[in-house]
């Protein structure tokens, strides 16, 4: 079936290091790739999002890159702060059509020490 | 704008026991999804209403959970009766309607269900 494997499932890094998360699909009709961030006790945000037609997007300290033909996608935030410090998840969707199902990723605990 | 509200927060059943989870989302939204992450593995997709219809039901476990969005405003989604397994957090998540390229998914704060 569809899936979405992610790595790591833990980072700590330095304050102002970056920090870099992968995913991998396996559904190969998946075109859009959101990433979600959820802080303590709070639901999933979402912070970026690449279709298919894009291999890169950034906003900010956060950038997203894309690899259709791997099957990869990948998650940067360059000079980390504390309150970066999350849980992230990479999810895949077939965009297309009226839903709106997320195939997600197991989720990276990330820690930036100050 | 009100984001998507999950009610209760957190619930402790015993097993055999039932629970209903109830979700109001964004004014507005016809989407409606509830999913569920076990015990820090990913984030399972259940169900997809669009308005009171259900589009997708495909992630729903058993037939012991019953999810309802009466006239197509809030829903919400029983277990009946819980087994220690459906333990975990249960996200509800909204989008306007159309594609998720135009309309992403809002998620709520979500209800931690513990079954003992």
């Known amino acids: 079936g569809e899936n979405v494997e992610q790595h790591p499932s833990t980072l700590s890094v330095q304050e102002g290091d970056s920090a870099v998360i992968k995913c991998t699909y396996s559904?190969?009709?998946?075109?859009?790739f959101p990433w979600y961030k959820q802080e303590l006790g709070k639901g999933p945000q979402l912070i970026i999002d690449?279709?298919?037609?894009?291999g890169e997007k950034k906003d900010q300290r956060i950038a997203v890159t894309l690899n259709k033909t791997a099957k990869h996608f990948s998650l940067h935030i360059t000079e980390t702060q504390p309150e970066d410090s999350a849980v992230y998840f990479c999810?895949?969707?077939?965009?297309?059509?009226?839903?709106?199902?997320?195939?997600f990723g197991q989720g990276t605990t990330l820690q930036v020490k100050p | 704008e009100a984001g998507v509200t999950q009610f209760p927060s957190h619930s402790v059943i015993e097993k055999g026991q039932t629970v209903t989870l109830r979700c109001d989302p964004i004014?507005?939204?016809?989407?409606l999804y509830w999913y569920r992450r076990v015990m820090g593995k990913e984030i399972k997709f259940l169900l997809h209403?669009?308005?009171?219809?259900?589009?997708?039901e495909s992630g729903m476990p058993n037939n012991r959970f019953l999810a309802e969005r009466t006239g197509g405003t809030y829903s919400t989604l029983k277990v009946q009766p819980a087994e220690l397994e459906d333990s975990g957090v249960y996200f509800c998540a909204s989008s306007q309607g159309g594609t998720v390229f135009n309309s992403p998914l809002h998620f709520g704060n979500g209800t931690r269900l513990t079954v003992t």
């Open positions: 559904d190969s009709a998946s075109n859009y």
């Open positions: 690449i279709r298919s037609n894009v």
């Open positions: 999810a895949a969707s077939r965009g297309s059509g009226n839903t709106g199902k997320l195939i």
């Open positions: 209403f669009v308005k009171e219809s259900k589009q997708d």
């Open positions: 004014s507005g939204h016809d989407n």
